[in-house]
């Protein structure tokens, strides 16, 4: 064979093979093509569309129905009120309470609510104990810092300081719910536990005890207009329980 024969011979089986890769190679076992117009007349003559999209009598059991809107929003009300209860038992005048302030402020979540009062509660009494003044009027109505502050000028005047310790919130728990207008009030019991003492000016210890884990009981009131964009409460009143 000369030079140039050879040359086309191997363009040809190069060309082959890479055609083969492209468009695969039978085996001998695959299905006949069926003729789209045979399958369409079949499909006349069983009496359906060809055109016609599938159906949920085509398919069977294969279709799953999806809740409507309606069946959502129910079992939403119905997972809110078991959350609610939890917290206020179903027929009492905390349960009232909250359930009208919800439909007041559909962003209102009981559960939610407690957190952010127990995470309200460390920032105030740990930002008192440190005069941390900034911190206190973020956190409280003007009358309740004006009352903290005062306190805090009396210690520094007296060249005192507290060593405090924040250990942490054993329970918390609303007490009561009011609506006034769009003024809302939840009043919270916390229970928790502290080591706090007050020194003077040369650490002498003058007050409490700095190694003893105290438990204490406050009884705060926090307050919000439900109809504002801001949506943080205010301490509006606090009391130590009796």
């Not at 069983?46 to 016609?52: L, N």
């Not at 502050?149 to 210690?155: L, S």
């Not at 007296?158 to 009043?187: M, P, Q």
């Not at 801001?230 to 606090?238: G, I, M």
């Amino acid at each position: 064979m000369d030079p140039v024969s050879l040359i086309f011979l191997v363009i040809a089986v190069v060309l082959f093979m890479r055609l083969r890769n492209i468009l695969g190679t039978r085996t001998g076992h695959e299905e006949p093509p069926q003729d789209q117009y045979y399958r369409d007349q079949q499909n006349r003559d069983d009496g359906q569309d060809p055109s016609r999209a599938p159906t949920a009598d085509d398919v069977g059991d294969n279709v799953i129905s999806l809740p409507g809107r309606a069946e959502v929003e129910a079992e939403a009300e119905e997972k809110k009120q078991k959350q609610l209860e939890k917290i206020a038992p179903a027929g009492s005048a905390l349960n009232s309470a909250l359930v009208q302030l919800m439909a007041m402020d559909k962003s209102f979540d009981p559960e939610g609510f407690i957190s952010g009062a127990k995470m309200a509660y460390e920032m105030v009494v740990t930002a008192f104990a440190e005069g941390d003044r900034k911190t206190l009027k973020k956190l409280l109505a003007a009358d309740v810092f004006n009352g903290f502050t005062a306190a805090i000028d009396e210690r520094e005047n007296l060249d005192h300081r507290v060593d405090f310790t924040f250990v942490g919130i054993n329970k918390a728990s609303i007490l009561e719910a009011e609506l006034s207008g769009k003024e809302a009030n939840i009043t919270v019991r916390f229970i928790s536990s502290i080591t706090s003492c007050t020194k003077d000016d040369i650490g002498h210890v003058i007050e409490g005890d700095p190694n003893a884990v105290e438990e204490v009981t406050d009884i705060w009131t926090f307050s919000r207009t439900v109809s504002s964009r801001n949506p943080n409460w205010k301490l509006v009143a606090t009391e130590a329980a009796q």
